[in-house]
């Protein structure tokens, strides 16, 4: 059902590029960016945990973590700038990152929900959600029959023609 939905985004159908396409583009990179960032403020994190684990060595239940913390603590800034430049290591970390993600998830739910902030917050964001989705949904019911009226009424003139001309008399019909 996604790939007829450029026709309903306000664009160009031949172009399939909403006049937003930019900017929420712009929007993605920086949520990309952002999580990229997250990503590498844990794995400094990690590695500084490995060398304080490695000053006061203790039985440790991860070994496998504990030999990937080993060898990444060991590079230098240079290597270590290399290796998490890498598409294959970037891939496994993230990875690891969503079963990590989705285990604390799991646990840290219940506790943000049992808390009277984490609860009040959750109420609002509930509410936010279901008025956003109102609103998306008349947007998209909007749209749609607005295309309705291309196809029906001016299936003769090209669509961002169509679409100024209905910019131009303010939604009014011609």
Same mark, same amino acid.
């Given at each position: 059902m996604?790939?007829n939905n450029?026709?309903?985004t306000g664009?160009?159908?031949l172009?399939?590029q909403?006049?937003g396409?930019?900017e929420?583009?712009?929007?993605?990179?920086?949520r990309?960016?952002?999580?990229?960032?997250q990503k590498?403020?844990?794995?400094?994190?990690?590695?500084?945990q490995?060398?304080?684990?490695?000053?006061?060595?203790?039985? /440790?239940q991860?070994?496998?973590? @504990?030999e990937?913390? &080993?060898i990444?603590?060991g590079?230098t800034? =240079?290597?270590?700038? +290399?290796?998490?430049?890498?598409?294959?290591f970037?891939?496994s970390?993230?990875a690891?990152?969503?079963?990590?993600?989705a285990k604390y998830?799991q646990?840290?739910?219940?506790?943000?929900?049992g808390?009277p902030?984490?609860?009040?917050a959750?109420?609002?964001h509930?509410?936010l959600v279901?008025?956003?989705?109102? /609103?998306a949904?008349s947007?998209? @019911?909007?749209e749609? &029959?607005?295309f309705q009226e291309?196809?029906? =009424?001016?299936?003769d +003139?090209?669509?961002?023609?169509?679409?100024?001309?209905?910019r131009?008399?303010?939604?009014?019909?011609?």
């Amino acid at each position: 059902m996604q790939g007829n939905n450029f026709f309903f985004t306000g664009g160009d159908p031949l172009l399939g590029q909403s006049p937003g396409y930019m900017e929420s583009q712009f929007q993605e990179l920086e949520r990309m960016q952002a999580a990229i960032e997250q990503k590498k403020k844990a794995m400094l994190q990690a590695k500084e945990q490995m060398s304080r684990q490695e000053q006061h060595p203790s039985q /440790s239940q991860t070994p496998v973590w @504990d030999e990937i913390e &080993s060898i990444v603590s060991g590079m230098t800034d =240079k290597e270590f700038e +290399i290796v998490t430049g890498n598409e294959e290591f970037v891939e496994s970390q993230n990875a690891i990152m969503s079963i990590l993600q989705a285990k604390y998830m799991q646990m840290m739910r219940p506790v943000v929900e049992g808390s009277p902030e984490g609860k009040d917050a959750l109420d609002k964001h509930l509410t936010l959600v279901k008025r956003l989705r109102k /609103s998306a949904a008349s947007e998209v @019911d909007k749209e749609i &029959s607005d295309f309705q009226e291309y196809k029906e =009424k001016y299936p003769d +003139i090209p669509y961002s023609e169509y679409q100024k001309m209905k910019r131009s008399s303010k939604g009014g019909k011609k």
